[in-house]
Structure formats: C-alpha cells, structure tokens
C-alpha cells in the first residue's frame, strides 16, 4: 500500500512538473477551454438523458456547484488562490459597480444592434440561425425557463473559462491587450462549430474583445456575466427560435435606406460610443478606489 501511495505521489509530482513547464499561453487556453466546456456539456447532457423539466432543476444545483468551486471553495487547499484570483473580484466600489453595469447594458445594446444593420446590409441567413431547440412543442413559460438557464450556463460558464481562467494568466505574462487579443481569437475558435457562426465572425471577436475590456477594467467577471446573459436571453429567444419574434426584414438592396436602417444605424453609433466612455469610466473608478 505505501508503495503504492509513493507511486502515485510521483507520478503526480511528475505530471505536475510537466504542465508547469508547458508555456503560459499553452496552459491558460487549455484550462480556460476546459472551464467553459465543464459547464456547457453538463447542460447538454441533462437536455439529452433528463426528462421534463429536471434538467433546470440539476443545472441550477451545477451552476452553483460551478460557481463555489472556480471561485476558490473546497478541495484542494493548494489551489484555492488561485482559483480565486482567476475568477476576479466579487466585491467592488460602488462606482465601479455603476459604470460597469452601465457598460454590460450597454455591451448587449451594442451587439445587438450592430447584428440588426449588419443583417440589413446583408440578407440574414435564417435557415443558419435556426437552432431546432424544440421549444414549440412546449408551453411558452416552460420555453422561456429554459432560454434563461441556456443563457445562465453560456454566460456563466463561457466568461469563467475565457474572461476568467484563460485571460487572468494570460494578462499576467503578456499583458491586457496581448490577454484580450489571444482570448478573443480562442473565443472565435471555440464557436466555430455553431452554424450561425461564419457570417458574424468579427462581432464574435468584438464582442469577445469587448467583453475582455469590460472584465479587466471592472476587475471582476460579474458586470460581463450579466451582459452575457442578457445578451444571449435575447438571441435565443429571438435569433436562434421564434419565441420572441422573427427577423424579416430585407436587405438594403432590395429596399433601399429606410427609417428602420436608419434608427438601428443611430442606435449602434451611439451605444458603441457610450461603450468605450463607459469602459473608460469603469477602469477609472476602479483606479481611484486601489489608490
């Protein structure tokens, strides 16, 4: 049994010794990956072998499971600070707070705005957006209940992997531009099996961008969580299923400049404006409050 014991003990001590030796960039977009997949695997699974309505009820018990553990809780004690440091702050200055989640309303109004001109520009390829999730068979609060939990599981989990575990070391060794640049293409990467995904592909990497910015000038995940949720409550709900709309509008060459192009074109002008102010304004207060 000691033997044993001391087998296995160096056999961990290699294995350790390797992955420290593996370059940052290797190892932070490996455990990011990983950290997002956990969560939206669990998901996938519980919609695939759970019956009714017991995968929100398993998903829910997930997430907070999710949560506590990437956040610094429970075993092992070797890894529990930096589990905390990777998944940012949760306590922050009231004014960091503000700004921050002025920013994350504003990050979902500038997304979906620039997808409403964009698809206005271009015809909107709905055969690819439809995503068949079955929710019309369904009644429409049960529907709705499990639009929320998706977006709940991506926005969680997507922002701890990338935002958190896989942009923290990465600003650390190279910077919070080189940090953002490197998570953004990996976030790209990683939404590359989705069919909807070719035509958007520079939002993904803004987006993604965006989103780094917000994470890293707050300090803390919680302001880009939230805009990821709402973000994606919206484009499952109307984008990738019919529950809340449908998307008909024509192309500009078919239609020509109309008011409709017009006030979306106005709207995500000014949002994106409000965006950058907003993240200099967050990154600013939380400057003053470590000072």
């Known amino acids: 049994m000691e033997n044993t014991n001391a087998r296995m003990q160096h056999i961990g001590s290699a294995l350790s010794g390797f992955w420290r030796r593996v370059p940052v960039a290797i190892r932070a977009i490996v455990t990011g990956f990983l950290v997002a997949e956990i969560g939206i695997t669990t998901w996938m699974a519980s919609l695939m072998f759970v019956p009714g309505i017991w995968p929100l009820v398993i998903m829910g018990g997930a997430l907070c499971a999710f949560c506590a553990y990437f956040g610094g809780n429970w075993w092992p004690k070797a890894t529990k600070e930096i589990r905390r440091e990777r998944f940012r702050a949760l306590k922050l200055p009231r004014a960091v707070w503000t700004w921050s989640l002025l920013a994350a309303m504003l990050f979902v109004i500038v997304t979906q705005s620039s997808v409403v001109v964009t698809f206005r520009v271009v015809e909107f390829p709905a055969e690819l957006f439809d995503q068949g999730f079955g929710l019309d068979d369904i009644p429409p609060w049960i529907a709705w209940m499990f639009i929320v939990m998706s977006a709940l599981v991506a926005g969680i989990c997507e922002e701890v992997g990338f935002r958190g575990y896989m942009q923290v070391p990465l600003e650390k060794r190279y910077g919070p531009r080189v940090a953002i640049a490197i998570t953004s293409l990996v976030f790209v990467v990683f939404h590359l099996n989705q069919a909807w995904a070719p035509p958007v592909l520079f939002h993904l990497f803004a987006l993604s961008a965006a989103g780094g910015i917000l994470a890293y000038a707050a300090g803390s995940l919680i302001p880009i969580i939230v805009a990821h949720v709402v973000l994606d409550v919206f484009n499952f709900a109307y984008w990738w299923s019919d529950v809340a709309g449908r998307f008909e509008m024509r192309p500009l060459a078919e239609t020509g400049i109309d008011a409709h192009f017009v006030v979306w074109s106005l709207v ?19 400057q003053r409050s470590a000072d």
């Open 268 to 286: 995500f002008g000014a949002s994106l404006a409000l965006l950058v102010w907003t993240l200099y304004k967050t990154n600013a207060a939380r």
